[in-house]
């Protein structure tokens, strides 16, 4: 049986480092934005339900997300309306990834994982965590990034003190040799540790 670990964490925490930190060691590590991403490209699942949906979010490339964004600023609808088209084919996505997967241990890199309630289908979680200033200087240095927009997406995510509370590890990112001895660390202890 193959350990499955839900990795998540805010913007700007550390988490997709962390996950390619999982990757050099070996594991294989399904990312649920490249997911998106895939089901957004040219050929991908989502772009004909999207497109009859919001026309204006088509291009030859696939679906345009800035557009999409603005759809979700003019229409407070058109979330819901994306996600039911988007989740299926995200956890179906998954399914397909785990099916595929015959090493011991699997990572699944789920941003949303704790504010989708999704736990339970993990044998542990990690969550990779940073302090908020650390975060903000983070974030704030990435091109075109602005205090209101991080502002605005920490308003969407749960907060951090709460994904604490529901994670059974927990890593602080404060430097890249920490953070990969702690990766290590745990790929050793879920190794030893017997689960069901």
Do not use: C
């Amino acid at each position: 049986m193959t350990f499955r670990l839900g990795l998540t964490g805010s913007i700007g925490m550390g988490k997709s480092t962390t996950a390619q930190m999982f990757r050099d060691a070996g594991l294989p590590v399904w990312d649920a934005d490249a997911a998106v991403h895939r089901l957004y490209a040219t050929d991908g699942a989502a772009v004909a339900p999207i497109a009859a949906l919001h026309p204006a979010a088509l291009t030859p490339q696939g679906i345009d997300r800035p557009a999409l964004k603005e759809w979700i600023a003019a229409d407070p609808a058109a979330l819901g309306l994306i996600e039911s088209i988007v989740h299926p084919l995200v956890a179906a996505d998954r399914a397909a990834f785990l099916a595929s997967t015959t090493g011991d241990i699997a990572v699944l890199d789920i941003p949303l994982l704790f504010e989708k309630n999704s736990e339970a289908e993990f044998h542990a979680t990690l969550l990779v965590t940073a302090p908020a200033a650390l975060q903000r200087a983070r974030v704030l240095s990435r091109p075109g990034m602005t205090p209101a927009q991080l502002d605005l997406i920490l308003s969407r995510q749960m907060p951090d003190a709460e994904k604490r509370r529901r994670s059974t590890h927990i890593v602080e990112t404060l430097t890249l040799d920490s953070t990969r001895a702690f990766v290590h660390a745990l790929i050793a202890y879920i190794r030893q540790v017997p689960h069901a």
